[in-house]
Each structure stands twice: as structure tokens, then as C-alpha cells.
């Protein structure tokens, strides 16, 4: 099973992290390791497949908070596991709590903050990116739990890329120009990475602090795109929390 891990993260030996991949799964054709009761796997599969990749990061699916997403800003400060609806961004501060986001081309935000042991899990499509999800959060996480953003440390995960990410006029014009590249006539390629990194840099979360994966998730053929597959796509899951 192939996991994505984060080489800020991994500094930290109290954090659990991991985002899925296609590899490792139960489910038949390019569901592979589908981690979504929701897209027409075989629910049997999906449990199984659920099983294998948390237990690969050393987690029970019993303390895990999920996001029911709706491509919106809406951030929940969370201090059970569950399912948390209408909620793309989810914060918390309990050990032995873990928060997973889901994603098949959008763009998971997580972060981290060693001084007060806060966490957080952004869903960032680009809806949500464009309705600034990324400062809520952080703003969310400063408010509740007197985090400072200096120091943050915030992994942005493998997701849709702008090598591949065409969109028409009306989604580029809500993004910063150096986020967009002119294609041709009405179409565009569009830098969701880039968007969040720039929003994360404007609430004063350090460069030096903020990892963003290369990988594109649409012409990587090991990440789950429903961009690339349609309705055939599964869906990826990236995972964070403290140990007990």
C-alpha cells in the first residue's frame, strides 16, 4: 500500500498523517483503494479498503472525525469522532482524535501546531479556495484555540495541478492572476495549490513551514480524479491527529 506522508510532519513523532492512493485497495477496476461509501463501489469493499489504510497509520475508524463536504468555507471546531455534515474544513485539539478529509482532485490542506497541539483538516476545491476556506480555518483555529500562525506547520497534498486543471472564465476571474495561465479563447489552466499557499502566506503562516506536493492528481494515474474518470473515480482520504 502506497501512502503519501509529509517530510514536515514527519518531524513531529506525537503526529499520525497519511493521505491514501489508488494502491492497496479491494475494490475491482480504478476504484482500487476506494475510501467513499459514495460513488457506487460495493460497500463491502469500501469497509474492507477502510480497514486496511487506517490500520496502516495505526488508527481505529472509531476515532476518526469526518468532513461530509459541500465545497464550501464552513470550518467546525470538532472534540468527538463522527461525521460532522455541511463541513469542508474541521479543527481540533484532542489527542487520540483524528480528522480526515476526503478528496479526488481537490486540494487537502492540513496543518499543524506543535505549541498549542492543534490540528486541522481543509477540504479546498475550488469553490471552497475561492471563499477563502483556507483562512477561515486558520482564523477558526486562532480564535478557539490561540494559535499563532507563525507556527503552523501545513502540508498541501496531492490534487489537481495546473498542468492539467482547465477551467473557464468564470472560475479563473476569482483568482489571483499569478494563479492563472491563459489557455486559449474562454479557457484556462488554473494553480489551486497556489491559491491556498498564497491565502496561508497572508494569514502569516512561514514559507519555510508550508510543504505542497508536486503530484497532479488528474494525469497521476496512482491518485484517485474524477476530473480523468467521471463517475468511475474513487475517493482519496488524507488523515491527521495526535496520539494518545
Excluded at 491556498?196 to 506536493?213: K, P, T
Excluded at 488528474?218 to 491518485?223: F, L, S, V
Aim: glycine content about 8%; overall charge neutral.
Amino acid at each position: 500500500m502506497e501512502i503519501v506522508s509529509s517530510k514536515l510532519f514527519d518531524q513531529f513523532p506525537e503526529l499520525v498523517f497519511g493521505m491514501s492512493t489508488v494502491d492497496g485497495g479491494v475494490s475491482h477496476e480504478k476504484f482500487g483503494l476506494n475510501l467513499s461509501y459514495h460513488v457506487g463501489d460495493v460497500a463491502e469493499n469500501v469497509e474492507e479498503n477502510r480497514k486496511r489504510f487506517f490500520s496502516s497509520l495505526g488508527i481505529q475508524e472509531s476515532r476518526i472525525a469526518f468532513t461530509q463536504q459541500t465545497h464550501s468555507s464552513t470550518t467546525v471546531v470538532v472534540n468527538a469522532p463522527g461525521k460532522y455534515p455541511d463541513s469542508d474544513a474541521l479543527i481540533a485539539r484532542h489527542n487520540g482524535l483524528f480528522l480526515a478529509v476526503s478528496a479526488a482532485d481537490c486540494t487537502p490542506v492540513m496543518f499543524y501546531d506543535p505549541d498549542t497541539g492543534t490540528i486541522g483538516g481543509i477540504h479546498a476545491g475550488w469553490k471552497g479556495t475561492s471563499l477563502r476556506i483556507v483562512e477561515n480555518a486558520l482564523h477558526t483555529a486562532m480564535t478557539n484555540f490561540s494559535v499563532d500562525s507563525s507556527n503552523l506547520y501545513v502540508f498541501i497534498g496531492p490534487s489537481a495541478g495546473q498542468c492539467c486543471y482547465e477551467v473557464g472564465e468564470d472560475v479563473a476571474r476569482r483568482f489571483p492572476p499569478e494563479c492563472v495561465k491563459f489557455l486559449s479563447t474562454a479557457k484556462y489552466l488554473l494553480d489551486v495549490k497556489k491559491a491556498n499557499y498564497l491565502q496561508l502566506l497572508e494569514c502569516g503562516v512561514r514559507s519555510d513551514r508550508i510543504e505542497i506536493h508536486p503530484d497532479c492528481s488528474i494525469h497521476n494515474q496512482k491518485y484517485h480524479s474524477h476530473r480523468r474518470d467521471g463517475k468511475r473515480s474513487g475517493r482519496m482520504m488524507a488523515v491527521i491527529g495526535l496520539k494518545k
